[in-house]
């Protein structure tokens, strides 16, 4: 989350006026503006002015006896003040978004290091460092790293120094040194600089320009430096602080549970809906005509890696990555013996790595390890489609349930030699989660929650991507009776197990986990698809309404998960007669 910009101007106006205020004192030679953020559920104060603009918890540094004026500018999420308590200074709380509070003091005469915190959120992390003169800052130590992907890992890579060149080098500092990290994303992906025992949690970088933070390495021991992005820690992209002899004189406790009930107070709210958000619900007749009785040749796929926000629900937006713009991405489809060259694209303004690993092909990873794609890149694999069936693809950067969960998955049918039986319509359905902080139903713009993610616990489930897409007018699938259609349905998940079913309808056939040069399964009336596992239905339509698509977990059609084959004709009394009566649940 970025809640500085939303205030960056109000903030500078502020200090502009702060400084034009009359005062009976010393005039005031140095300013401070600070306010208060949320960051994996700890609390901290963020520079927004001058040498401190974006550091977390900075250290004020002033000269003794120098007239100084700290603001603190609330940004949200609770009841924020400063204390500085050596000099028995108190500000007013502020309870409001966009309230300011304010402290104009002298600075000791002598050298001094003072603690500041936010009385209400010390404990969770809200406090730094006021330093007079040399106080007791013994140096200060600065390092540049810049993040990068080397051979599908993700690193930090030195820059300059002694660590010019080194993979996650070891940095080093005498306690009570004042540690300066300068973050650059060379390759434009998001990345970040975790270090917990110091509560330093950066801001998110990813530009060449990048971000700095600065802390005081205040015990001896070897600690943790890490991207706290998902995945990226896993990927490789962590390093060590060694402070002193490396070895630790304390045992500090942590307050892990407290941090975690405050994160989820504090994350039920959304901000505005994104009025520009796109519908990425992907149309479930949208499909390339059948291959037919063509023979084997060099087929081209381009596909693109793309960030948007879209609408998850009505009045409800979320940030989607996507394959083409839509979830699930384009139904692919060639045949057996094909020869394919797949082009991947990232969008220059994506803020992640993307990949694509196509259970369709036989090779390393699926072609996830030759087609990791910084922002602005492209890669290419070929492959030959060997085996006949209905494969998901997904993003496979690390984390890949992240990646997936976001709405990088799609589907690849590998048509056997003279194509497949026609059949008068085919639709295109896959299943999916979508993890959010907020409760379903919640409007505006909601934000994925990662925790969630990995205890498998959504807030919503989906048919293509959205909630009740398919259900929509936009959306929702068409027949008329006497025609027979055919379902092409995965699960991207990345989770759940789906138990497909059409309410009122039996499945004629069922080409069951999308095998589909076995015999199908016949008269069945749900089926079970794992997730990264598809199914093809066909069924042939006799009576005219509403058939309801649902995964018959029911619950889940609470969290959004339900689809409508709308059917048209002449009615049928032989086969079912009955006054259709409305709240059915149908």
Excluded at 29 to 40: A, G, I, M
Excluded at 414 to 435: A, I
Excluded at 520 to 539: C, I, K, N, R, Y
Aim: charged content about 20%.
């Amino acid at each position: 989350m970025n809640i500085l910009k939303k205030f960056l101007s109000v903030m500078l106006i502020l200090v502009v006026l702060s400084a034009c205020a009359p005062t009976d004192e010393l005039p005031v030679s140095k300013e401070f503006v600070l306010t208060s953020d949320l960051r994996d559920g700890q609390f901290v104060f963020v520079g927004v002015n001058g040498d401190i603009n974006g550091v977390v918890n900075p250290s004020l540094r002033v000269s003794p006896g120098e007239r100084i004026s700290v603001m603190l500018v609330n940004s949200g999420w609770g009841n924020h003040n400063i204390v500085f308590p050596d000099l028995k200074l108190e500000s007013t709380t502020i309870k409001k978004q966009g309230e300011t509070t304010s402290l104009t003091f002298t600075a000791p005469s002598g050298d001094a290091s003072l603690e500041y915190y936010d009385a209400n959120f010390k404990q969770l992390g809200m406090r730094g460092i006021l330093v007079v003169g040399k106080g007791e800052v013994a140096s200060v130590v600065e390092y540049t790293l810049d993040a990068k992907m080397v051979n599908g890992k993700m690193l930090f890579i030195g820059v300059g120094g002694d660590i010019n060149g080194q993979e996650n080098p070891n940095l080093t500092a005498n306690p009570g040194d004042l540690v300066r990290i300068h973050l650059t994303s060379s390759e434009g992906i998001l990345h970040n600089f975790y270090l917990d025992e110091f509560n330093v949690k950066s801001a998110d970088a990813s530009t060449a320009e990048g971000i700095t933070v600065e802390f005081v390495a205040g015990e001896e021991g070897t600690f943790t430096y890490y991207c706290a992005v998902p995945g990226h820690k896993q990927l490789g992209m962590f390093g060590k602080l060694i402070v002193g002899s490396g070895v630790s004189t304390s045992t500090a406790s942590t307050s892990e549970g407290t941090v975690q009930t405050s994160a989820q107070t504090f994350a039920e709210s959304a901000g505005p809906a994104d009025e520009n958000a796109v519908d990425i619900s992907h149309d479930p007749t949208d499909i390339p005509a059948p291959i037919g009785a063509r023979e084997a040749q060099h087929v081209m796929i381009e596909l693109e890696t793309v960030e948007l926000t879209g609408v998850l629900a009505d009045g409800t937006t979320y940030k989607y990555w996507t394959f083409n713009r839509t979830v699930p991405g384009p139904f692919l489809r060639v045949r057996v013996g094909d020869t394919v060259e797949l082009r991947l694209k990232n969008l220059p303004d994506s803020l992640m790595a993307h990949s694509i690993d196509l259970h369709a092909v036989t090779g390393p990873g699926g072609g996830a390890v030759a087609t990791q794609t910084t922002p602005g890149g492209e890669t290419v694999i070929t492959f030959k489609a060997l085996n006949v069936g209905l494969f998901v693809y997904h993003c496979a950067t690390p984390m890949v349930a992240h990646h997936m969960a976001n709405g990088m998955y799609g589907l690849i049918l590998v048509e056997p030699e003279g194509g497949l039986p026609p059949v008068d319509r085919e639709f295109y359905v896959m299943q999916g989660e979508v993890y959010t902080a907020q409760k379903f139903g919640t409007t505006g713009a909601t934000t994925e929650d990662v925790d969630r993610l990995l205890d498998e616990n959504p807030e919503y489930f989906v048919f293509n991507g959205a909630s009740l897409a398919l259900a929509s007018e936009e959306h929702m699938l068409h027949a008329k009776v006497g025609e027979t259609v055919r379902i092409f349905f995965g699960v991207g998940g990345p989770n759940f197990t789906s138990s497909f079913h059409v309410i009122g309808e039996i499945f004629d056939r069922v080409y069951n986990l999308a095998s589909l040069t076995s015999a199908p399964l016949t008269d069945v009336q749900t089926t079970l698809v794992p997730p990264g596992g598809a199914t093809m239905v066909e069924f042939k339509l006799e009576v005219p309404g509403n058939y309801t698509l649902v995964d018959h977990a029911l619950s889940r059609a609470e969290h959004g998960l339900a689809g409508i084959l709308s059917v048209e004709g002449d009615a049928n009394p032989e086969i079912f007669d009955g006054e259709i009566t409305p709240g059915s649940g149908h």
